[in-house]
């Protein structure tokens, strides 16, 4: 212990004074955070059109060293602002490690769309990895506070506590009461949450299915798998139809795309038409090359009256769906030791640019692909009853690190807006999660199947969804300049 | 330089960020190996002392996989079949025919040999001219020009006519339930094996395959061009196999229309391999091509209305079955 202490004094002296501990921890953190990256090796090898792991390699480790050291920094800046600044007074003291954290963590978040910017990059607070909230998400009361504050008031509420405890121990006399007052209410603020969770009105529920799927991700498709794949999906839709009035597919299932290489396009209605007696809504997922380029394109089909409406992917994957312009640039120098232009890349998305609301009858559906799901901002916009994220995690080959992660950030966004948020998956396991962030139901494993359960919809709206981050950024920012003024009066002194 | 490298010697934050590197380094090399291996799938050879060669690789390094090798029916393991000095892949790509020996062995064409790129080259220069384009006359020059496109569309057009492919008279059998049945069946199994599952992949190769025209890779050129002249034999042995099927006298229109759209795949799959040559010709072969990816799906709907219309029974196969799954109510 005492060589571990030694160590740390050794490391917090190490100039930037303070620095170096918060990097450090960063670094490990967002390495295992992170680490998912790798698993996506086999699918950079099929985007730049050649086999070898040893290029897909060497383009991972830059992209992958250069975000986490990045988003690190942010950590080391951190720690540097609690050793640098001992000087308030320490009623404030607590408040202004939580709001300085929760500013770094925001400009965190940004950095990586900047980082990791490209053609179908988006900019702004939509990466949320690794934000310390979603450790916690088995925490209800802390949970369910994310409708008024979101993951940003998470994050200020764990700084708070874990630094008021710290300086609870350190401190001594009148010090001690304040910081145990300050502890205290934090605690009661937390349970507090827990008195007020959401209740919904269970009426106007209505059953939902899942058809979940595991195609992995190919250039060229074998036709025996494309036949096996589709006729799977054809008999889990039918058998969907007969016990659900919505039935949605994953991200990139093609369903509808593919019928057209088995149906003439006059049958295709026909079809939709009588997997049912009554209105069904069919979601489905297609990659479409259209005038504006390749659209990862989300097509609702009411059973009876065909298209009733279309979402395009807004928060595309780096790596997946585009090249950053990093790993562009490492694609650039690595040309000529692999003999062949891997500047030309095959298969990248472009953007959507329309709401991802859509209406069908008297339902607002809130739809997010993959990606979308890691978005607060992208998840919470406009009104809606329910969520729906349809996902694809064949590129990383069903990465269970990612699928957590990924699961976490879904609880998250139901909790946020206090929505019910069906999650179906191609590789991975599927859920469908209430509005308390609570999983009602989900997939016992991650092959060909169908997940049936109740939905209820809900037309409120939470502070979260009406405000968004703002109340939480501004408080922070309040916060820190008055403890920065504090800061320099009591250093003149 | 040695004392940079002692490690007791390197600053704190140096040693920091090496061992930060070499983690990464230790858990990406582990993370790699470990895909590799899960990667590599052990392959059971049965009763073989030396497995069959893979169909996608160059047995002998004449240009052409094993598999094009069983299409154009020469030998996988001789570079040179017919023995004329020119390897099998060279001859493919260049028009000739890999089994027959000699100068003369110009594989058929079925298409017009007219080159309509160099024609519209040569009716811009005499337009140019004769005057007849001339930017002093814009209205002049608009009509030479339109009147140069018509000449190059119907060339085209007449290039890629599909009369161009002459075939034998069909053979016709009678309307039993029986005939039509043999007739469905082999019919469906041509269509499941040779025709639909080959066509899943081959628009997105095919414009892989013309984009290499533009680059100035000999190789990728030369690939493109057995690539398509391959595709052209091997739509042809389909054509022959497919003509050689006793009608019954019901099925005449949905049998015409396959062989249509396979004399259709022959001649632009001929056009497109002289795409080098002439770009015009290649062009409207590629946007013939697209619009028969297109037309070709509904063939299989109508066959199985067919079948349930007669009464028949459907062809063999994962295809079939889906698509009669598809058509019910």
């Known amino acids: 212990m005492d060589r571990i202490i030694k160590i740390y004094r050794k490391v917090t002296l190490l100039r930037p004074s303070g620095f170096w501990p918060g990097f450090i921890i960063g670094l490990i953190y967002f390495s295992w955070t992170l680490w998912w990256f790798w698993s996506s090796s086999v699918y950079i090898s099929l985007l730049l059109g050649t086999t070898s792991n040893v290029l897909a390699f060497w383009v991972i480790l830059p992209t992958f060293i250069l975000t986490v050291a990045g988003i690190s920094l942010f950590w080391g800046f951190f720690s540097r602002v609690i050793y640098n600044f001992k000087k308030i007074r320490p009623i404030l003291l607590p408040f202004f490690y939580a709001g300085t954290f929760v500013l770094l963590e925001y400009l965190r978040t940004w950095f990586v769309g900047i980082l990791l910017y490209g053609s179908g990059g988006t900019l702004g607070a939509n990466w949320t990895f690794g934000n310390p909230a979603y450790l916690f998400v088995n925490i209800v009361p802390l949970r369910e506070s994310a409708s008024y504050w979101g993951i940003y008031g998470i994050d200020f509420l764990i700084i708070f506590i874990g630094t008021t405890i710290f300086l609870l121990i350190k401190s001594r006399g009148k010090q001690r009461t304040i910081y145990s007052i300050e502890v205290s209410s934090a605690i009661f603020i937390i349970i507090l949450f827990d008195f007020l969770s959401p209740t919904q009105n269970q009426n106007n529920k209505f059953s939902a299915s899942i058809v979940q799927t595991k195609n992995p991700v190919n250039v060229s498709v074998a036709p025996e798998n494309f036949l096996s794949d589709f006729s799977k999906k054809n008999e889990l839709l039918r058998e969907a139809s007969k016990k659900s009035d919505l039935v949605v597919f994953p991200e990139s299932a093609d369903f509808s795309k593919t019928l057209l290489n088995f149906l003439d396009p006059a049958s295709v209605p026909k079809y939709f038409s009588n997997l049912s007696q009554k209105n069904i809504l069919v979601i489905d997922s297609d990659r479409i090359q259209e005038k504006g380029g390749l659209k990862s394109k989300v097509v609702l089909i009411d059973s009876k009256d065909g298209v009733v409406g279309s979402y395009d992917k807004l928060l595309l994957t780096p790596g997946g769906e585009y090249f950053p312009y990093i790993s562009r640039f490492t694609l650039r120098l690595l040309t000529p030791f692999f003999k062949t232009d891997l500047t030309r890349f095959k298969a990248e998305f472009t953007q959507g640019t329309g709401s991802n609301v859509l209406y069908y009858k008297d339902s607002k559906i809130k739809l997010l692909v993959c990606s979308d799901v890691i978005s607060p901002s992208i998840s919470r916009e406009g009104e809606f009853d329910f969520m729906i994220n349809l996902r694809n995690l064949a590129v990383f080959g069903g990465s269970p690190l990612i699928e957590q992660e990924l699961l976490s950030m879904s609880r998250f966004r139901a909790a946020e807006n206090e929505k019910y948020l069906i999650t179906s998956s191609n590789f991975g396991r599927s859920y469908v999660i209430d509005n308390r962030g609570n999983i009602i139901k989900s997939t016992d494993s991650s092959g060909y199947q169908i997940l049936t359960a109740d939905v209820v919809p809900n037309k409120e709206r939470t502070w979260y969804n009406k405000l968004g981050d703002l109340p939480i950024l501004l408080l922070s920012l309040a916060i820190f300049g008055l403890s920065f003024k504090n800061f320099l009066y009591a250093k003149q002194d | ?329």
């Open chain 2, 1 to 329: 330089m040695g004392y940079l490298l002692k490690i007791s010697y390197m600053p704190n934050k140096i040693k920091i960020f090496f061992g930060f590197l070499t983690l990464i380094a230790l858990f990406s090399v582990y993370s790699v190996f470990n895909s590799l291996s899960n990667k590599a799938s052990s392959v059971a050879v049965i009763g073989l002392q030396t497995p069959l060669p893979n169909p996608d690789t160059d047995s002998d390094h004449d240009g052409l996989s094993n598999r094009d090798e069983a299409i154009w029916n020469t030998d996988p393991f001789n570079p040179d079949t017919d023995g004329d000095g020119y390897k099998d892949g060279e001859e493919v790509a260049s028009g000739h025919d890999p089994l027959k020996p000699g100068p003369n062995d110009l594989l058929p064409q079925n298409g017009s040999n007219v080159n309509i790129t160099d024609q519209v080259s040569t009716l811009m220069v005499s337009g140019f001219y004769a005057g007849a384009i001339d930017n002093s006359n814009p209205d002049k020059s608009n009509q030479a020009l339109t009147d140069i496109g018509d000449s190059a569309m119907f060339d085209s057009a007449k290039a890629l006519d599909l009369n161009n492919i002459q075939i034998a008279k069909t053979i016709t059998s009678s309307n039993t339930k029986d005939d039509q049945e043999k007739y469905v069946n082999a019919l469906g199994l041509i269509i499941q094996e040779e025709l639909w599952a080959p066509l899943i992949n081959e628009p997105q190769v095919v414009a892989q395959k013309f984009t290499k025209f533009k680059t100035n890779d000999k190789q990728l050129l030369t690939d493109s061009q057995i690539y398509f002249n391959t595709k052209a034999v091997n739509y042809k042995n389909i054509l022959n196999e497919v003509t050689a099927l006793p009608v019954p006298p019901s099925w005449t229109d949905v049998h015409q229309q396959i062989i249509d759209d396979l004399r259709q795949l022959i001649i632009s799959h001929q056009a497109l391999a002289q795409t080098d040559s002439d770009p015009i010709k290649g062009a409207a072969a590629l946007s013939n091509l697209i619009s028969l990816y297109q037309n070709v799906r509904p063939i299989l709907t109508t066959i199985v209305q067919r079948i349930k219309e007669n009464n028949l029974k459907p062809p063999d196969g994962a295809l079939w079955n889906l698509i009669v799954s598809l058509t019910n109510g």
